[in-house]
């Protein structure tokens, strides 16, 4: 999100130097001229009611361990998920949260073109955009109520091509059929 002087909210000075997604409630509350607790940021996946009382107490246990590095290929999570799963180890990635997944494929895969919904979740373009790759937005329509038609899958050309698809849509909401 990109707030620019003209579509800036009420009670908000100038342009807000933002990346395009959000995360970041205490400059947004600072530029607005209040409190980062007066906002709630829907543009990011977190729980307005702060972490559950389970996931602090398991953050407290693993500060005993704070002195050792952490495991960077998630070795026991990728066996307990493939365990789960039924799947290869092999077939696995995990990373720190949605986007550094899609900026590590971006890094990986450098594709040619990509074609992205419009809207959705910006990092897709960006981090393709950043590894040279030419992005086409492939407009969704109100009138529609934001679905992805079927010509979507017509919108990949060739080799290089790439498209993201988020099922459920972000910021819509809305699923895709998958016929």
Not at 53 to 69: F, Q, T
Not at 96 to 114: E, F, H, N, Q, T
């Amino acid at each position: 999100m990109l707030w620019r002087e003209d579509h800036a909210a009420p009670g908000c000075r100038g342009i807000l130097r933002a990346r395009t997604h959000g995360g970041s409630a205490q400059s947004l509350g600072i530029a607005c001229e209040r409190g980062a607790s007066d906002l709630i940021d829907f543009s990011v996946n977190v729980n307005p009611a702060g972490p559950s009382p389970r996931a602090v107490a398991a953050a407290c246990k693993a500060l005993s361990r704070i002195d050792a590095y952490p495991d960077r290929e998630s070795l026991a999570l990728v066996r307990a998920l493939a365990r789960a799963q039924g799947i290869p180890e092999d077939t696995i990635v995990c990373g720190a949260g949605a986007s550094d997944i899609i900026w590590r494929l971006a890094a990986a895969v450098r594709p040619k073109r990509i074609v992205v919904c419009a809207p959705t979740f910006s990092e897709y373009a960006e981090a393709a955009s950043y590894y040279g790759a030419c992005v086409q937005e492939f407009p969704l329509s109100e009138a529609d109520d934001f679905d992805v038609p079927t010509s979507f899958a017509r919108a990949i050309e060739g080799p290089g091509d790439v498209a993201y698809l988020c099922n459920p849509n972000n910021p819509t909401g809305r699923l895709v059929d998958p016929a």
